[in-house]
């Protein structure tokens, strides 16, 4: 039987933009987990008879709510006329965090762009398609948490370990033998600091690169003063309501929490945030 091709009627095929993920630098943007994601990627929009304009490429961990080019790979989606379709190998690859897929649904809702999770069948009713989509985010981020709970009590044994005994055995692994460690931490701490400075100053870009579009469509409408800026940045209900979502993911993530928080610890918007944001976006590299 020939596949189903989704296509406007007399026009070309609808654009997809694929977004690969691995969770390490080890793993890599040319390892073999993200080769085998371009694949799977490529088949899918072949099958469906998508025109695969690009594929986004991120090393970031599933359960980060700040995800640049998650970010990217949704907006050249939005700017497709009509509003394109971004394809993921496995919805774990686009996220293993509940409130993100959440934030992610409703921007697909409101710019009227498609997902495709080529592990997910797509449903005759959308509703239903995004009923188990989130049931399978919540899952994933389950399982994070599960993982977190495990290495936590590795952790505290170690611990305890060094305190009573001077040394911990770590277990041995499929081509590692267990070794003996007597203290924790990164052994090449000198090394890892001036990285850790130099992350900090990537994110910091990253953060104010995310932003800066939603601040100039609010200047393209008017919105000058640096006041005035923050306060529909604020603004939760408002048509750029975005803007406290990306500083709320940012505090989660500072904070090293990915449940929600309360409404009283949301962060707000300042003028001088807003100042600060604007001379990093336009910052020169």
């Not at 990217?72 to 897929?101: E, H, Q, W």
């Not at 267990?178 to 990253?206: C, D, F, H, Q, W």
């Not at 000058?224 to 709320?248: C, D, P």
Request: one cysteine or more.
């Amino acid at each position: 039987m020939a596949k189903r091709k989704r296509t406007r009627s007399n026009g070309p095929p609808e654009k997809a933009f694929g977004l690969a993920r691995v969770s390490t630098q080890e793993q890599g943007i040319d390892g073999l987990g993200i080769r085998a994601q371009n694949a799977t990627i490529r088949a899918k929009a072949e099958e469906l008879g998508l025109e695969l304009i690009e594929i986004f490429k991120e090393v970031e961990s599933g359960t980060k709510p700040e995800r640049p080019q998650l970010i990217a790979a949704l907006d050249a989606a939005a700017k497709c006329d009509p509003p394109g379709v971004v394809i993921v190998s496995a919805l774990t690859r686009l996220t293993r965090n509940f409130d993100v897929m959440s934030y992610i649904m409703r921007r697909t809702e409101r710019d009227g762009t498609k997902l495709v999770a080529c592990d997910i069948p797509e449903m005759s009713d959308p509703n239903q398609t995004q009923f188990i989509w989130r049931i399978m985010a919540a899952v994933a981020e389950l399982e994070v948490k599960r993982i977190q709970a495990h290495t936590k009590d590795r952790l505290n044994v170690a611990k305890t370990d060094l305190q009573e005994k001077g040394y911990y055995d770590t277990r041995p692994k499929k081509d590692k033998p267990s070794r003996r460690i007597t203290r924790l931490g990164n052994p090449n701490v000198e090394k890892a600091s001036p990285l850790g400075g130099e992350a900090m100053k990537r994110n910091t870009r990253a953060f104010a690169l995310r932003t800066y579009p939603i601040i100039e469509r609010l200047q393209k409408k008017g919105i000058m003063g640096l006041r005035a800026l923050a306060r529909e940045l604020n603004n939760r209900n408002g048509l750029h309501g975005e803007g406290r979502a990306v500083l709320t993911y940012q505090a989660q993530r500072q904070r090293e929490k990915l449940e929600d928080i309360r409404e009283e610890d949301l962060p707000q918007w300042s003028a001088e945030q807003v100042k600060r944001v604007i001379a990093q976006a336009k910052k020169k590299k």
